[in-house]
């Protein structure tokens, strides 16, 4: 697997990505998924890539919720590139991962399938198909 991004949870996306450009990364545009009530926003610097993931509608449960509590912004997840999403779940799985979030559509991918798979040891996985 290649590695894609790094994931941030933040709390508010307009100020993250400020204070990121001051370290030289360059930002696509604000990406709104409704479905998961979150924005979501690429930035890049010398061929790394991380996702700024905020929630949309403050007013709603958003899955990064639990990593922005209080004032602090954080790194949450690691995302892989795989072109057997299936093979690659099962294989965490018999490695002690947990599949979190079932392989769904995701608008940040254009409508490529993530899931999600967590290990207490390791973390959240983000893999997302590369076809």
């Not at 993931?53 to 790194?75: A, E, M, W």
């Not at 979190?100 to 899931?115: G, L, M, S, T």
Request: hydrophobic share 35%; aromatic share 12%; net charge negative.
């Amino acid at each position: 697997m290649e590695i894609d991004h790094i994931g941030y949870a933040v709390k508010n996306i307009d100020k993250s990505i400020i204070e990121f450009k001051k370290l030289g990364y360059v930002f696509e545009n604000i990406i709104i998924d409704v479905k998961r009530n979150i924005n979501i926003c690429f930035g890049s610097l010398d061929g790394y890539r991380i996702e700024l993931v905020s929630p949309y509608d403050k007013n709603q449960s958003s899955p990064v919720d639990n990593y922005i509590k209080g004032n602090c912004n954080t790194p949450y997840h690691i995302c892989y590139k795989s072109a057997d999403l299936e093979n690659v779940i099962s294989d965490l799985q018999s490695d002690g991962f947990l599949l979190v979030k079932e392989p769904d559509k995701a608008c940040a991918f254009d409508n490529k399938r993530v899931a999600f798979m967590f290990n207490s040891k390791v973390g959240i996985f983000e893999i997302v198909e590369s076809w």
